[in-house]
């Protein structure tokens, strides 16, 4: 008797052994599998904000490998969005509404930037819009958010883009502020860090007018135009909510360094290649007008943003306001 109660016994303790080794196996397989994380900025001051990330590529959890790019124009960054290569990209807020009300892929996480749009000028007589008035004004990439925002802000000061000025879309931004810097140029509408690297190089050339100042006249705010957002993909956020989170942590901590450290900043820029030398960055940096905003405080000037969109260029939007849904609110 005492021979078979004892084999009962090993018995017992090999199954439990046996089972409990077999119930741990996946959980530890399952945790050791590695997740790659893509994320994606524009060259410009798209990425500016982004550049300590570039830099260091923080821990974003155990096992989280994080691959970071340089996209060098809107069609490529779209392109990829399109096809879901990756889970973050920072981009216009309206090209992500566009998306959004496309196929609903990716939603809003933060913005980043507000605003940073200038008309620049070598005309002694342009001081505001009303100085526009027949006067031949060159832009890049029509139906953009530099082009529209500013045809808007004609519209709101009296005068009919169409008509009352000439506007040319022959050149990107790149290759306009450098032919304004040659002289070659006279009245162009550019964003930062181009407007800077101009009047570094010609100091004929002025900033006549602020967009992001008019925006606040018009919207009677004190809050400038939530340009340039965060998106993350949907799927991999609700997959994923504590690498989102130490993601956007991140990307807050390298805004703010940036803006405190703007010489620091603007050597990462020239050594990543985000399109500028270090010390044009570093000049630049002060009017790239950088601030952290989760979706869910921005939500509501956002929508006013896009609202104005609606109104006046309904396609570039997508042809309609997003749903709630359209915001990524964090668990």
């Not at 974003?60 to 990756?86: A, I, R, W």
């Not at 342009?126 to 500013?150: A, M, R």
């Not at 006046?312 to 306001?321: A, E, N, R, V």
């Amino acid at each position: 008797m005492k021979k078979w109660l004892c084999l009962l016994l090993i018995a017992c303790l090999f199954t439990i052994t046996f089972v409990g080794c077999s119930n741990d196996a996946p959980k530890q397989q399952e945790s050791s599998e590695p997740i790659s994380v893509r994320i994606a900025g524009l060259q410009g001051p798209t990425s500016i904000g982004m550049i300590r990330l570039f830099e260091e590529k923080p821990s974003l959890g155990e096992n989280v490998d994080s691959v970071y790019e340089v996209v060098p124009s809107p069609d490529v960054l779209v392109s990829k969005l399109l096809s879901q290569e990756v889970e973050f990209a920072a981009l216009p807020t309206n090209t992500a509404a566009q998306l959004y009300n496309k196929d609903g892929n990716y939603q809003l996480a933060a913005v980043s930037i507000w605003g940073v749009l200038y008309l620049l000028t070598t005309d002694e007589n342009i001081q505001g819009f009303s100085d526009l008035k027949g006067k031949q004004i060159e832009s890049s990439n029509k139906g953009t958010t530099p082009d529209v925002l500013f045809r808007y802000l004609l519209q709101k000061n009296g005068l009919y883009p169409e008509s009352d000025v000439v506007l040319n879309y022959n050149l990107p931004h790149v290759e306009l502020a450098q032919s304004m810097a040659a002289g070659q140029i006279e009245t162009a509408v550019l964003p930062e860090p181009f407007a800077t690297m101009v009047t570094l190089k010609n100091e004929k050339v002025r900033i006549a007018i602020d967009f992001q100042e008019e925006w606040k006249k018009i919207s009677k705010s004190d809050t400038s135009y939530p340009q340039t957002c965060l998106v993350v993909n949907k799927n991999f956020a609700q997959a994923h909510p504590d690498i989102v989170k130490n993601f956007l942590d991140h990307y807050k901590a390298s805004i703010d360094w940036a803006n405190e450290n703007p010489a620091e900043a603007g050597t990462l820029v020239e050594k990543h290649n985000i399109g500028l030398q270090a010390k044009m960055a570093e000049k630049a940096i002060p009017r790239c007008n950088m601030r952290f905003e989760s979706a869910e405080k921005a939500a509501p000037v956002v929508e006013e943003y896009l609202n104005m969109l609606l109104e006046f260029s309904p396609q570039d939007i997508g042809g309609k306001l997003p749903d709630e849904n359209f915001y990524y609110i964090g668990k």
